[in-house]
């Protein structure tokens, strides 16, 4: 029994090597093991045979594909504003007439710089009552010391010195409140005029006044819009409001990012959207009342990646990539999920750390269509 396992194990031994070649020979590749992967092995009779001096004189540069953290989700008409509470409109609080102006609507302003220089007759009225209300002070005080000192020698009785302290503390709280208004609105009443000035630093957006014009309490004179900071309303689709929370990245212009801040969960009958607002930080291209467009993005599906969208084309009607491969390149069709920014998402086709071709794609296309 045991001679004929050795014999088999013989005639395995000779004749395995001569059965493989066979199969060789008659085009059959051996069956899948099942470990290999579908997405970086790709057939060699889709390869295009490039050296690395003709890469250069047609020139081809790599670049690996990057995990995608996020996904555009759309793109919806906004509108650039300042916050509601970043936007204060300075009144000239007394009426009067500007003798001069110290600043131009455009203009970056900070805060307590003067605005504007404004004459009144009511500033000498407010000049007078401060000389009068000191006069009062000087007279109550004097006499509080009086009486407190006969008070205190039981020449008269206690309750004259008490009148006496209340009375000092009503003049004072009197020449308090004289100095807090001309204060408020930086006064000087010996010469008849009080200063505008700008009370958060930010872009005077409005400017209704010029030298000459009258002014009085109901008029807003300046409007400045604080410069740290914007507001992005945008009109959000009805089939997207479940898709955007706040949190969640948007952009404008490709460049300047911001964050969802509230999404409306009413939907207005008439456009069929609903309210979303974004917080933006304060760049040159953020300019208040412009109208734009604004990229939402949301979580990118496990194993996307990014690539720059010079790297994606469309061949019969697929988007493909160029990978690079051992002597050349290999077209990979991939699934887009979109782009923004100068770079396109795929969902599927491609592995992070997998080297594309970002320039000289176009010349791969036509290699590729020639063969």
Not at 96 to 110: A, D, H, I, M, P
Request: charged letters at 20%; a positive charge.
């Amino acid at each position: 029994m045991s001679d004929g396992i050795v014999q088999i194990a013989s005639w395995r031994a000779a004749f395995l090597p001569a059965l493989l070649l066979l199969a060789a020979c008659s085009g059959k590749a051996p069956a899948p093991t099942g470990t290999e992967d579908p997405v970086a092995a790709p057939q060699k009779g889709d390869a295009i045979a490039l050296d690395a001096g003709r890469m250069q004189r047609i020139g081809i540069r790599f670049a690996p594909a990057e995990a995608a953290t996020e996904v555009a989700l759309g793109t919806v008409p906004a509108t650039v504003a300042p916050p509601p509470n970043a936007r204060v409109a300075v009144a000239a609080i007394i009426p009067g007439v500007v003798t001069r102006t110290l600043v131009v609507e455009g203009e970056s302003v900070r805060a307590g710089q003067p605005l504007a220089v404004i004459a009144s007759r009511e500033l000498y009225a407010m000049g007078a009552a401060l000389e009068s209300a000191s006069a009062r002070v000087a007279v109550a005080r004097a006499n509080d010391a009086r009486l407190g000192q006969l008070a205190r020698e039981g020449v008269i009785a206690g309750a004259r010195a008490d009148e006496a302290r209340a009375a000092l503390r009503e003049a004072e709280a009197g020449l308090g409140e004289q100095r807090r208004v001309l204060a408020l609105i930086n006064g000087r009443p010996r010469s008849g005029s009080y200063t505008l000035s700008a009370p958060i630093a930010g872009k005077v957006t409005s400017a209704t006044i010029q030298t000459g014009s009258p002014v009085d309490g109901a008029t807003a004179a300046y409007v400045i819009d604080a410069a740290d900071r914007y507001e992005l309303t945008a009109q959000l689709p009805a089939h997207m409001i479940g898709q955007v929370r706040p949190g969640m990245g948007v952009s404008i212009g490709g460049d300047v990012r911001g964050t969802v801040t509230s999404v409306a969960s009413v939907v207005d009958p008439a456009t069929r959207s609903a309210m979303l607002r974004a917080r933006l930080p304060a760049t040159p291209g953020v300019v208040s009342g412009r109208v734009t467009s604004a990229t939402l993005f949301g979580p990118a599906p496990a194993g996307a990646v990014s690539v720059p969208t010079s790297a994606v084309l469309a061949i019969d009607g697929a988007d493909t990539v160029f990978v690079r491969a051992d002597g050349g390149v290999v077209p990979r069709k991939v699934t887009s999920g979109g782009a923004a920014g100068g770079r396109t998402v795929l969902l599927s086709g491609l592995k992070a750390g997998e080297p594309v071709a970002v320039s000289g794609a176009s010349e791969l296309k036509s290699l590729a269509a020639a063969r």
